[in-house]
T-cell receptor, first 110, second 116 residues
């Protein structure tokens, strides 16, 4: 299973763009990159998933360089409600299980 | 779409009793479901992978006789914590993977278990 590395914590002011980078050096050809958000005492919530280049949805963008050894989750104009833990996961299409790393605890400051 | 529910959302039980937690995929079929536990300020730890109609696969260090998993249908998996002890108190989260997709995984809201 591909191991991921991301910052343990980040702080940001309200209204700023936040970029969280995740390293996954041993990502395999058939792996997807998925990001989840988790609030205290809740299950993780799917944010975005991608394979290469750039993916955008209504809440975030995901940038994946050509070598796919890293990815960056971009949250535009964060608000206090974006304070949460963000997990970067590498998901294999041929394996069943997903292993969570420690995630990045994002604190948005007024 | 892709909603996963858990019941109960929180439960308090006495030491030595058993507790059953249900995980349901409400609007899709899930051949595979997963059970995680999460302690305060920690990440999710995978306990077991549950496949419909077959025995669950437990992660190393997870006691299969203590954490009984049953996946009897494509929309329901249950986790039974047998002879619960205070150290089993934790947040238990299930997730379900769509039958037609091997990489889309949706999580339930979690169950807070407190053993007194």
């Amino acid at each position: 299973l591909a191991k991921t590395t991301q910052p343990i914590s980040m702080d940001s002011y309200e209204g700023q763009e936040v970029n969280i980078t995740c390293s996954h050096n041993n990502i395999a050809t058939n792996d997807y990159i998925t990001w989840y958000q988790q609030f205290p005492s809740q299950g993780p919530r799917f944010i975005i998933q991608g394979y290469k280049t750039k993916v955008t949805n209504e809440v975030a963008s995901l940038f994946i360089p050509a070598d796919r050894k890293s990815s960056t989750l971009s949250l535009p104009r964060v608000s206090l409600s974006d304070t949460a833990v963000y997990y970067c996961l590498v998901v294999k299409t041929s394996y069943d299980k997903v292993i969570f790393g420690p995630g990045t605890s994002l604190s948005v400051i007024p | 779409g892709a909603v996963v529910s858990q019941h109960p959302s929180r439960v308090i039980c006495k030491s030595g009793t058993s507790v059953k937690i249900e995980c349901r995929s409400l609007d899709f079929q899930a051949t595979t479901m997963f059970w995680y536990r999460q302690f305060p300020k920690q990440s999710l730890m995978l306990m077991a992978t549950s496949n419909e109609g077959s025995k669950a696969t437990y992660e190393q260090g997870v006691e299969k006789d203590k954490f009984l998993i049953n996946h009897a249908s494509l929309t329901l998996s249950t986790l039974t914590v047998t002879s619960a002890h205070p150290e089993d108190s934790s947040f238990y989260i299930c997730s379900a993977r769509r039958t037609e997709s091997t990489y889309e995984q949706y999580f339930g809201p979690g169950t807070r278990l407190t053993v007194t």
